[in-house]
């Protein structure tokens, strides 16, 4: 491994790490109220969109990252869709 991957390796679990307190507390209380859907459509386009670059360029700290990222953000997503049907149910 090259002080290059290492360093994005470093930078890949960092990033990933500081979403941490956020995904626990959705996790574990499942309210999401105060997560914005727009800013987690484009945050998971953002990660999809990265890893596949990463792919392009077969980088796999992007890869790696990038697509664990997307997979720790995809039940919060989950979660404020079924949020956002409830609330309009509920509205009607």
Known sequence: MTKMDTLGFLAGFLTTLSASPQLYYSYTTKDVRSISLHFLIMLMAGLFLWGLYGILLW????????????????????????????????RS
């Open 59 to 90: 980088a796999m700290p992007i890869i790696i990252f990038n697509f664990v990222g997307f997979a720790l953000w995809a039940p919060i997503f989950w979660l404020k869709i079924k949020e956002n049907k409830f609330d309009t149910v509920n």
